[in-house]
């Protein structure tokens, strides 16, 4: 199946019931099955700016070389264009926010978190830094499938604090890595197998805080054959319970198998079949 | 302002103690922070590692232990107000950093430069952090009082209980309480409407299905509905009514 017809993507973004503006950004491309979201910080407009570019550069430059490649194929180091893809262009993106930060007074110090997905032969390659999430519901489960770069994360790691103890914690929303902040950035990279009727959540943490993973999980599981009803109402929850910030998220629903052609009949088959 | 600790006994303010420190130490030996010159203190009884806004107790294998709130514990988590027992003596804990979930600037999200390397063997931290931060907004400012007023009545609980009572069919008379925040109704494949309960009231909204549900007699679209004592609706040709418990 080809991978405009094998998922089903919406994506919805809201500032929220308190801030005047949304820092956050999401972006998708149906027929490449990419999907990028990005929520920004900095003073003034400086986070709109961050996230803004990390979504443009991802999506653009993705679009780009994916024009006569196929994010199966393997570089020169035996690894799949699709991980390359998002791996260096999340450190591209990191490059541009950190010189305009330099250059720009006004955005000085502004950065952003990202998690951006890539969906191509029967997997999910997932990027991400900071607290930007992605969740799949596979049938009546569901999990994180990121884990965040804060500092709770690393304190739950470490068992100094259990994850019941967490929400007690005075030390939310410190991230340890985000996009922009430094020259460098390290992104972390995973490839995930993905079944038919999984539907992937990605979210800035305008969601997870206000609504309980469970309040999440469920509303997917009720309301999965409405993705934009699903996604309206995911926002909906986080407001009515107070929307303290931005809240975006995209929906991914995957409807059939998107089998890369292997061998050289089948990439000629799909050749032709295009 | 860092969190701090009171120390007292028979409810007599001895001294009070500033966590601004990554590691505190109590014990009745002089090197310790906290000095407790009493035979029933080890020379290292117990120590607080603080990591910003958190800090956590650790019993450092006293001979007479420690107890939170009454209860002994070598390891806790202190909350504001927690009260620390080591023999006769008393360390209230205070912390008046709101819990993030209650505060007001909530949404600020930081960086933190240095990554806080933590294992579990070590113990903790050691190296002092290097905290520099970018707020992820200066937005906070502008949570004035008119916005505050809104999220004090969007998170002001719940709608008063309601009841959907099914009118025909071999279920006639059934009532269904409308006691979660989504409630499904129809049949998945056919016709298909959702129930949300929300701070201001209840709202049915299409979800699957070739036609759209009716309430009093009229379609209700694409759009919420939001639904009023009494109102009819009638989905995949079941009729029911909705209305409030009083």
Known sequence: MDIHDALEIVSKTDPGMVRSHNEDSVTYDADLGLVVLADGMGGYNAGEVASGIAVSVLSSEVRHRLQDAHPEDLDGAGEELGVVLLRDNVKKANLSIFRAAQSQPQYAGMGTTIVTALFYDDRVAVVHVGDSRMYRLRGDEFESVTRDHSLLQEQIDSGMISKEDARLSKNKNLVTRAVGIDADVDPELHVHEVQVGDIYLLCSDGLNDMVEDEDIGTTLQMLQNNLPLAATQLIQLANDNGGRDNVSVILVKVKGRYTAPRGWWQKLYSWFGN | ?246
């Open chain 2, 1 to 246: 302002m860092p969190a701090k600790l009171i120390l007292s006994m028979d409810g007599a303010v001895l001294k009070e103690y500033p966590l601004n420190k990554e590691r505190t130490t109590i014990g009745r030996k002089p090197h310790n922070d906290i000095v407790i010159d009493n035979l029933a203190v080890s020379s290292d009884h117990a120590a607080i590692v603080t990591i910003l806004n958190d800090s956590f107790l650790e019993d450092l294998d006293s001979t007479n232990g420690l107890a939170v709130n009454g209860t002994p514990t070598k390891k806790h988590f202190l909350q504001n107000n927690d009260v620390i027992e080591i023999g006769k003596y008393k360390l209230k804990y205070l912390n008046d950093q709101p819990t993030q979930t209650s505060a007001a600037d909530f949404e600020k999200t930081m960086v933190l430069r240095a990554p806080v390397k933590m294992s579990p063997k070590e113990g903790f931290a050691k190296s002092p952090l290097d905290v520099t931060v970018t707020r992820k907004t200066e937005a906070t400012a502008q949570f004035n009082a008119t916005n505050s007023g809104m999220v004090a009545e969007a998170s002001a609980g719940q709608p008063p209980a309601a009841v959907v009572q099914i009118l025909n069919g071999p279920n006639a008379g059934k009532e269904l309480e409308l006691v979660k925040n989504l409630t499904t109704l129809g049949k998945p494949g056919v016709q298909v409407a959702v129930l949300a309960r929300r701070p201001h009231g209840f709202f049915i909204t299409h979800v699957e299905g070739g036609s759209f549900p009716t309430v009093n007699g009229s379609s209700i679209g694409e759009q919420p509905h939001q639904l009023r004592d009494h109102d009819l609706i009638e989905l995949a040709g079941v009729k029911m009514e909705f209305y409030f418990k009083t």
